[in-house]
């Protein structure tokens, strides 16, 4: 995933910048940098990686040798940057979010007119860089940016910061956020809409679909109106969103709670306590608890103060370690107790079914499962979700392949994303038994959905029934 932030002032901006970026850490565990202008100065960047500290202690350095009144910056789970690229428009830095499908196809075609990029160490080519690439190949900025959004397949929102102010552009659908705020010395572009809050900003804008905007300290303009179709992910509101943070006027902690509340309108066990697998499972957790009247519960907590979250190995099997020693039991809560417990989703299965194993050697008598959101059947093609992984390994696909073979029709996936069919049940019972679980019950899609509160159609919904 990734989060960025720009801060355009008419002092030096790069205590915000600091501090703006570091409130991103949760969407990114890889890599981190910042760029920032001054007239006297220039142009300066720095980039880290984030893998075993965290932002704010690998940029401390930075956060006081650099100076400039126009700055951006962002957490990456992949590529470094920002970026600083000199061309035909000047100098510029640029970063960007988003999933570029099409990759291969646009690099050859700009590397028939004689341009070169750099390989990254596993052999591709940095999006951020081309990106730049593309917006390069017209006479400006906005009809750079305009191309860039339309021949990419996938998702591209981007902050470029230049001498003059700073471009902001959304994905043409939508489909990651920026929103900007403003305070009596300048303005501010954000992924997460509370990560300026406690910097002084008051909510400006919430950029549409496609549109683009530049900012300097004593405003921001629209440049290309937004578009009329939105599709937004909803993985957003139920995994990688902060609880404070807010998506066309719906907080992840009010999805989250109703959630819970509609899981528990469905369902007919009888748990002794409800909990959250921590973090993300937590609200949803206390929505439920409120519905049903089974008391919340902490029956495990995380350890954070020496695991922060990004130290996460690349290793998956290091990865599901890691996160099973940050869970720590609480035995008096467990023992002799039916617990149900909330989970975000189910990927792969194999963190949740440890958890629930080491619930069982805590002396839990029942563990039953209700993720937050319907069964993952279908890879996201629109964003670099670790979530939503290759379809590979989702173990939906797996226990799907068991019944039907390789090479699944999308008409028979049709069946298993549908709630009220055999083929749904006969899935989530097997899932149920790979994974010991007690009794497993997924979120449906239409109560998910009505969780959130906006036109469903404004939602993207793709990895769980495959529907552009």
């Not at 949760?26 to 100065?41: I, N, P, Q």
């Not at 809050?197 to 530049?214: C, Q, R, S, W």
């Not at 439920?288 to 907590?301: D, I, K, L, M, T």
Request: net charge neutral.
């Amino acid at each position: 995933m990734g989060g960025f932030f720009g801060v355009a002032s008419k002092e030096d901006c790069v205590f915000d910048l600091f501090f703006g970026v570091d409130y991103h850490s949760h969407l990114g565990t890889r890599r981190a940098g910042m760029a920032v202008y001054s007239e006297k100065d220039g142009f300066e960047k720095a980039i880290h990686n984030i893998e075993n500290a965290p932002f704010r202690t690998k940029f401390n350095s930075e956060s006081n040798s650099m100076k400039g009144t126009l700055g951006i910056g962002c957490i990456s789970d992949f590529e470094a940057q920002p970026i600083l690229v000199r061309s035909h428009h000047g100098t510029f830095a640029i970063t960007t979010v988003g999933k570029i499908n099409n990759a291969n196809e646009i690099v050859d075609s700009i590397i028939d007119s004689n341009t070169h990029f750099f390989e990254m160490q596993n052999g591709e080519i940095n999006p951020t860089e081309l990106v730049a690439a593309i917006i390069n190949r017209k006479k400006n900025f906005i009809e750079g940016i305009k191309y860039a959004q339309e021949i990419i397949d996938g998702s591209l929102s981007m902050l470029i910061l230049t001498p003059k102010g700073i471009y902001a552009a959304r994905d043409r659908f939508g489909r990651t956020p920026i929103v900007a705020g403003k305070k009596d010395n300048g303005f501010c572009f954000s992924f997460e809409s509370f990560a300026y809050l406690n910097l002084g900003y008051t909510p400006f804008k919430e950029l549409g679909p496609g549109e683009i905007a530049v900012m300097d300290a004593h405003g921001i303009k629209t440049l290309a109106a937004p578009g009329k179709k939105m599709k937004i992910c909803t993985f957003l509101w139920i995994y990688y969103g902060y609880p404070s943070s807010t998506y066309e006027g719906v907080t992840v902690e009010t999805m989250r709670y109703n959630c819970g509340r509609a899981i528990a309108r469905r369902d007919n066990v009888k748990p002794d306590i409800v909990a959250g697998v921590p973090d993300s499972g937590t609200a949803h957790a206390v929505g439920y608890a409120n519905e049903s009247g089974v008391p919340f519960s902490r029956p495990f907590v995380k350890y954070t103060p020496t695991w922060p979250r990004s130290f996460m190995p690349v290793n998956q099997s290091n990865r599901n370690l890691i996160a099973k020693m940050k869970l720590i039991p609480i035995r008096d809560l467990i023992d002799g107790k039916k617990l149900l417990l909330i989970d975000d989703s189910i990927v792969r299965g194999t963190q949740l079914r440890e958890t629930t194993e080491f619930l069982y050697e805590s002396g839990a008598e029942e563990v039953h499962i209700r993720p937050a959101c319907p069964p993952l059947l279908f890879g996201c093609k629109y964003l670099n979700f670790s979530r939503s992984s290759s379809e590979l390994e989702l173990i939906t696909r797996r226990v799907i392949e068991e019944f039907e073979g390789k090479n699944v029709s999308k008409e028979v996936l049709a069946e298993y994303a549908d709630p009220d069919s055999e083929k749904y049940q006969k899935m989530i019972d097997r899932i149920c038994e790979k994974l010991h679980f007690t009794s497993l019950r997924y979120n449906r899609l239409d109560d998910m959905l009505e969780s959130v509160g906006i036109e469903p159609e404004k939602l993207c919904t793709y990895c769980w029934n495959g529907k552009e």
